[in-house]
């Protein structure tokens, strides 16, 4: 009965490790510059990836980057992916998945 506990949340940890790597591995790319109807947090994305792009010229920002820089963790951070993903789905960033 403990192996089976055991081997459940390692499987756990295995999937979260994985849907982790991969999103951290991807770039994102501002394709718009607008934010109406955004919300504070993808504000503060857009205006970070704008003025990155704008001083350093290049185009593409990793995530692993922004999450270092915007020093988030725990349910923050999942906030963060959240609306990065809401901001691709509202064609203002694109991610690409490498």
Do not use: H
Not at 14 to 43: D, I, N, P, Y
Not at 51 to 77: A, C, D, H, Y
């Amino acid at each position: 009965m403990l192996e089976l506990k055991i081997s459940i949340a390692e499987e756990k940890f295995v999937r979260r490790a994985k849907s982790e790597g991969r999103f951290s591995r991807s770039f994102v790319v501002l394709v718009r510059s607008t934010t109406w109807r955004c919300g504070r947090l993808e504000r503060l994305i857009v205006s970070y990836l704008r003025g990155r792009t704008w001083k350093l010229g290049k185009p593409q920002i990793s995530v692993k980057e922004m999450l270092q820089n915007f020093k988030l963790k725990g349910k923050r951070k999942n906030e963060f992916l959240d609306a990065i993903r809401r901001l691709e789905r509202r064609n203002i960033v694109r991610i690409l998945t490498f």
